[in-house]
């Protein structure tokens, strides 16, 4: 089996143009074709935390289904993490992972064709960020290897900053997504079990890609073993 994947931090639909155009993302995420995204700042800050992406444009647009990971109807994430399905996929539970650290965090935890997919976004200081990473990995404790976490790590290094997934995950980084009007970092990622395998991934530079977020999106072709 193989699922086409992607992770996109979105700001809040806000491109580098300044217009906030929920439309606009949705055009880059249909141009990647992945069964499952995984999207980071995909709400609002304030109040209730409503939605970048209303879900009526979601369903008007595109053939994803929202994933059940938010606490109230004006959202469609926790902490800003959502993740989107495609129509027809077998999902399984859905979780979200309370984090700690100096910021509020959280990640969401999906079940997709027997994959426990985890969106997160982790915070802006390696120490939180390497206890966060642990964290992770507790909630993953056995079923390690069909795991397949993605998100905005914001670890500028390549070299280290990951070490609490070395034992348990292997950690790709598709390219530099980051800022997308110039990349110069990696800060986009993939961290995944044994049990799954990627064949191809990459970076989305083209298009709309390039001036509707601050970050350009990431894919890969994922196989299960």
Do not use: C
């Amino acid at each position: 089996m193989r699922l086409k994947v992607a992770s996109y931090n979105i700001r809040k639909a806000m491109g580098l143009d300044r217009r906030r155009d929920p439309a606009r993302i949705l055009k880059v995420l249909n141009r990647i074709g992945a069964d499952v995204v995984m999207l980071q700042e995909a709400d609002l800050r304030l109040g209730p935390r409503p939605t970048a992406i209303p879900r009526f444009l979601i369903e008007q647009e595109t053939d994803y289904e929202v994933a059940d990971v938010s606490v109230n109807d004006v959202s469609i994430g926790w902490h800003g993490n959502a993740m989107l399905v495609r129509k027809g996929l077998q999902r399984g539970g859905v979780r979200r992972l309370e984090l700690p650290g100096l910021e509020p965090r959280g990640a969401v935890l999906v079940e997709v064709e027997g994959i426990s997919f985890v969106g997160a976004h982790l915070g802006l200081m390696r120490r939180f960020r390497l206890l966060q990473m642990t964290a992770i990995r507790e909630h993953l404790s056995g079923i390690e290897s069909t795991a397949f976490i993605a998100g905005d790590f914001n670890e500028w290094s390549d070299v280290r900053g990951y070490e609490p997934w070395e034992n348990d995950f292997k950690l790709v980084l598709p390219g530099r997504s980051y800022h997308a009007a110039r990349p110069v970092a990696a800060l986009d990622g993939f961290a995944y079990g044994n049990a799954l395998r990627i064949e191809r991934m990459g970076v989305m530079r083209e298009g709309p890609a390039r001036v509707a977020s601050d970050h350009l999106p990431i894919w890969a072709e994922l196989d299960l073993d």
